[in-house]
């Protein structure tokens, strides 16, 4: 379940919510997301095995855009391009 | 039938066109439980970062985890609770200490896994936007004033809530 990065991809912010569980990751990508501006891309680590499905559930409901995710044997690394949301 | 006057509802329809209907989530808190507390705030508190609407009306029971003094200390019950911490027969989950025992074992659970305190998701939901609504009726029969409450709830019947409920896609009941 691995969707390659942009090799040119340009990374705004990292966020690491290693150890934390649902809602955590969730609610933290939020406020990060919240300081960055649209079009910026959030690298986001978590190790919730739930981030798996969760992170693009949310990236869908806020109109962001998941331009990519590596599972690294019990870490999760995302790339979330924020939309025109909040 | 016309009156004079329109009532504003709460979710009048949104005035900018620009700006697109949020999605919103109504749920109900009617368990004032340590371990019931935490699934509306968990769900109001994720509902909001996905840029929702949300709002928890807390009635009967759950009116205490918006209860200053006593949200802090939420129990788990040690009695009839075949899935709590403390696995014990109800004769023994009677016994006094049993429910302190069971708490204690639930906090410990929550802090190892650095989950938020009861109190931390109010702050963090809060922060988010979530509305929380205060029973009237419960506060009524209970005994509780708006001074017992903490800051920033919308002491409400339940038309007001429903009002809230009826423009939601989704509601929960806990």
Redesign the interface.
């Known amino acids: 379940m691995t969707q390659p990065a942009p090799t040119d991809l340009k990374v705004a912010d990292t966020l690491d919510c290693s ?6 990751p ?2 933290k ?2 406020l990060a997301l919240g300081t960055l501006s649209p079009g910026d891309v959030l690298e986001l680590i978590c190790t919730d095995p739930g981030s798996l499905e969760d992170i693009p559930a ?1 990236a869908r ?3 962001d855009t998941l331009v990519g995710l590596e599972d690294r044997k019990g870490t999760q690394i995302f790339w979330i391009e924020k939309g025109r ?2 | 039938m016309t009156t004079a006057h329109s009532l504003t509802a709460v979710d009048a329809a949104p005035g900018a066109e620009s700006e697109p209907r949020r999605k919103r989530i109504a749920l109900v808190a009617s368990k004032g439980t340590l371990d019931q507390a935490y699934p509306p705030l968990i769900l109001a508190t994720t509902a909001a970062s996905l840029g929702w609407e949300a709002g928890i009306y807390f009635t009967f029971y759950g009116l205490d985890i918006l209860h200053e003094e006593r949200l802090a200390k939420l129990k788990v019950a040690s009695l009839a609770n075949p899935s709590g911490p403390v696995q014990l027969p109800n004769l023994l989950g009677a016994l006094p200490g049993a429910t302190a025992a069971a708490t204690k074992v639930m906090r410990k659970w929550m802090s190892d896994a650095k989950m938020p305190t009861v109190p931390e998701f109010i702050e963090m939901a809060q922060g988010l936007g979530v509305r929380f609504f205060a029973c009237a009726t419960t506060m009524g029969v209970m005994g509780v004033e708006e001074s017992d409450l903490i800051q920033g709830c919308d002491i409400a019947g339940a038309a007001a809530f429903l009002d809230f409920a009826a423009e939601s896609d989704v509601q929960l009941f806990v």
């Open positions: 150890g934390l569980l649902c809602p955590l969730v609610y990508t939020a949310m409901q806020r109109g949301s909040t």
